[in-house]
């Protein structure tokens, strides 16, 4: 009772910013309904209102049970100490909604960040766990809200993330305003994909290039996302900030950022520990409530006249379960290749999802330099559960096919320096019962020196890095003279063989893996062969390109 009073009394005296006062009330709502939930956002205007009240009570020994009998012989003093508050967040609201087209303000960063092949984004288990699950939408219709279990392999890490429509609650927005956030929310579910995905860790890298402390709100323009992802504008030269864009193509990374917003993860078992940054206590991380993965605040409606025609930017930060891995001491990061963020979410959805995990693992690896290790086509950690694909019953050799052109494709935009597979498989699927020997294979895959280079440079692990990269670099130069049949010497028969298969196969029009499928020879060693990684093919393989050529000789 004493909570309605003090907004019905706000009603009464600030007449005249009535949606300021329906957001008191609605994040008031939120505390009642929701007491142990952390992280909800409220208002300098908000905490101002309850201060002047907390003060007069206190010099007047008033009772705050009985506010009405008293609060009006007060109204100037409270009007003159929260009025600022309230005037400046609605200004800044309203000065910025009558333009059509909002200017970014992350647009040096973000420049910088097209122009670098790395950045540092998150890589704790959690973060990326719940990245995939997004990705892959793998939230179920089984309680209230749409959830999703989220654990790993080992049972280590159990968390629950669910889709709630609550992402609208607190904003400072006129009804036609909300309405328009409510039409992006309202989509939630339906568009958890790989855009989202991608709009998580652009979200994720900017605030972490920009935060000073943890609980710091970044603005972020849809327009930020569209140049990391290496979408043209309508204006914007190369290598500059692009601007312009078609309201669908906004549309789209807001109804993401909506979707984010929407999100609510709790975690229920993790032997993750915090590290205090002033004390050093170690706390471990149990039982925590629902707590919203993304706060979003000051969103800027866009007009035409007086029409809203979209919202393209706003305020946002990590709830406090994100924020604890992505920041200052605590954080948990790594490089994620920012090619990554450019495949088409839906032609190129395995290349990004591969990209992300390798990021992950390699995060992982670098503390014990095992960036040799090959990884496990099949099963439960494996290289196709990782992207979501399935095996063609039908046409097995197409998943292979497609395992390895995702493979070609990273190598040949620098996210991965070579792969090969490990073991009997040889690469030739025309062999008798060669998918079970695919299926039972191993790929390893090596990460780029220019990787290496960053987890040297950022001293990720200070008593090891330095030691590591530098024996790294001997033992790749030396692993590969033995994978990829790596000499010394150059032969140039060899490179104009290798030069004629190249246009050759282009005629036809073959993938390598089609060619290595007709020659009769492994896909990562004519893909080697063909980039000139081989200087000496074995003398059975020069005959079966020779003959696939329909050649007897160089002359």
């Known amino acids: 009772m004493v909570q309605k009073n003090m907004i019905d009394v706000a009603k009464e005296i600030f007449k005249s910013h009535v949606s300021i006062v329906e957001a008191w009330e609605n994040k008031w709502k939120i505390l009642s309904d929701n007491p142990y939930e952390d992280g909800i956002v409220d208002t300098a205007s908000f905490r101002a209102y309850l201060l002047i009240l907390e003060e007069i009570t206190n010099e007047s020994n008033l009772p705050i049970s009985n506010l009405k009998s008293w609060i009006y012989n007060y109204r100037d003093r409270i009007v003159s100490f929260v009025e600022p508050f309230i005037e400046n967040e609605w200004s800044y609201n309203r000065t910025r909604k009558n333009t059509r087209d909002i200017k970014s303000e992350n647009q040096e960063l973000v420049t910088s960040l097209v122009n670098t092949e ?13 990245r995939e699950t997004i990705s892959k939408n793998e939230f179920k ?16 890490m159990k968390a629950v993330a669910q889709v709630r429509n609550e992402a609208n609650k607190g904003l400072r927005l006129t009804s036609s305003e909300i309405e328009q956030w409510q039409n992006l929310t309202d989509h939630a579910i339906s568009v958890m994909d790989d855009l989202t995905a991608d709009i998580f860790d652009i979200i994720s890298i900017m605030w972490m290039k920009k935060a000073q ?62 590290v205090d940054e002033e004390t050093k206590n170690i706390d471990r991380l149990e039982q925590v409530q629902f707590n919203p993965l993304f706060l979003v605040d000051s969103i800027t409606v866009a007009y035409r006249g007086d029409e809203p025609v979209g919202i393209y930017e706003c305020s946002i930060r990590p709830g406090e379960i994100m924020s604890h891995f992505l920041f200052g001491a605590r954080k948990e990061s790594g490089f994620l290749a920012l090619k990554a963020l450019q495949y088409n979410p839906i032609r190129q959805k395995y290349h990004k999802r591969l990209a992300r995990y ?54 040949e935009d620098k996210i991965i320096d070579n792969w090969e597979y490990v073991g009997d498989f040889d690469g030739i699927s025309s062999k008798k019962f060669w998918l079970e020997g695919w299926l039972n294979s191993q790929v390893r895959i090596i990460p780029t020196k220019d990787l290496l280079s960053q987890y040297k440079k950022e001293n990720i692990e200070e008593k090891q890095t330095i030691n590591t990269i530098s024996m790294l670099q001997s033992l790749i130069e030396k692993e590969m003279k033995i994978v990829s049949e790596y000499e010394n010497s150059t032969n140039d028969d060899t490179n104009a063989l290798a030069s004629l298969f190249t246009k050759e196969r282009k005629k036809r029009n073959l993938s390598i893996s089609a060619a290595a499928s007709q020659i009769g020879v492994s896909h990562s060693t004519l893909s080697r062969f063909e980039r000139g990684q081989i200087k000496k093919p074995t003398n059975e393989n020069i005959e079966k390109i020779k003959n696939w050529l329909g050649i007897e000789d160089l002359d």
């Open 358 to 411: 390798l990021a992950w693992q390699w995060r992982i690896r670098q503390k014990k330099a095992d960036y040799f290790r090959p990884y496990n086509l099949s099963g439960d950690k494996g290289i196709l559960k990782v992207m979501g694909l399935e095996i063609n019953e039908r046409y097995p050799q197409r998943t292979k096919e497609t395992v390895e052109n995702v493979l070609d494709t990273l190598l």
């Open 213 to 274: 402390y943890k609980d710091e709100m970044i603005h972020f323009h849809c327009d930020d996302a569209l140049n990391l992802r290496n979408i043209q504008g309508r204006s914007g030269g190369q290598g500059e900030y692009q601007t312009g864009y078609r309201k669908k193509d906004r549309d789209d990374v807001m109804k993401r950022l909506a979707a984010l917003s929407s999100i609510w993860i709790r975690i229920e078992k993790d032997e993750l520990r915090l």
């Open 141 to 156: 219709d089984i309680q209230v809200y749409p959830t999703a279990q989220i654990s790993d392999e080992r049972k280590k």
């Open 118 to 130: 790395f950045a540092e984004s998150g890589s704790a288990l959690i973060f990326h766990k719940l």
